[in-house]
């Protein structure tokens, strides 16, 4: 059973109810990848999206040069093109800030979080369709929130009400990925999406089905981050289920932990 075609529903629905929003200063300029870059964002569902999970990785939102530029979470373009195999036309968003050009996949700049997380699972599992066949990776949250300046503001950073509204949309999402590829495992990319997967499971049939956890997020801003990521995150990873036989960090050579 093809099912990408309930992500797809589920993230149209997404795009929707978070396109009507505002948001006030410090925020000036917002972008929706899952409008503008919609064709490629699909074509990553239709291709990896298309069969029950074993592992969820849950990021924040889109980073100015990963999935703003190419609509695929943690899109650094380079890992993109090259391991997942996708490439697609992306529009201009309808008010762009000039510090943060989108430029598709003809962008030169390169989002350091998506490199290290691509090539963490690109390194263990070689092709794109091993580390898929158990795994998936999603965003939290799909808007990008911009200062006046350019300097990127994280959604935890919005005003209460703000986060509120917001929030409850990407809570009423995050249950439906879950719903629909139903993972043993929904892994937050930080801390940040740990405690929102929490809150968005809580109280419904899906707590008591998935394990939730988190690893260190990739980001260079973290100096935690700076000092061998890679390493940092497999022993994590490993130790989430320890003396058990869930398959979360597996790969070609076959470890289960």
Not at 15 to 23: A, H, N
């Amino acid at each position: 059973m093809d099912l990408s075609k309930e992500l797809m529903t589920a993230a149209r629905a997404l795009r929707q109810e978070v396109s009507g929003l505002t948001f006030s200063s410090p925020v000036d300029v917002v972008y929706n990848p899952l409008e503008y870059a919609w064709e490629s964002f699909s074509l990553y569902l239709k291709t990896y999206g298309n069969s029950k999970k074993k592992v969820v990785f849950l990021g924040m939102n889109p980073g100015p040069w990963g999935m703003a530029q190419t609509g695929v979470p943690f899109g650094e373009i380079e890992a993109v093109k090259d391991w997942l195999s996708i490439e697609a036309p992306v529009k201009k968003p309808e008010k762009e800030h000039p510090k943060r050009p989108i430029q598709g996949f003809q962008c030169n700049r390169s989002e350091v979080s998506g490199r290290r997380l691509w090539g963490l699972f690109r390194e263990r599992f070689g092709e794109a369709e091993h580390f898929f066949h158990d795994h998936f990776v999603a965003n939290y949250c799909p808007l990008v929130f911009m200062e006046a300046s350019g300097r990127n503001r994280t959604p935890d950073k919005l005003k209460v009400e703000e986060r509120r509204v917001l929030f409850a949309a990407c809570d009423r999402h995050l249950k439906k990925v879950v719903e629909t590829v139903a993972p043993q495992w929904l892994i937050g990319v930080g801390r940040f999406t740990e405690q929102r997967a929490r809150i968005a499971l809580q109280d419904t049939n899906l707590s008591g089905h998935v394990k939730i956890g988190n690893i260190l997020h990739p980001s260079p801003a973290s100096p935690a981050a700076n000092r061998d990521w890679a390493g940092t995150v497999t022993k994590q990873l490993m130790d989430l289920t320890p003396l058990r036989g869930d398959t979360i960090y597996g790969g070609t050579a076959g470890i289960r932990i």
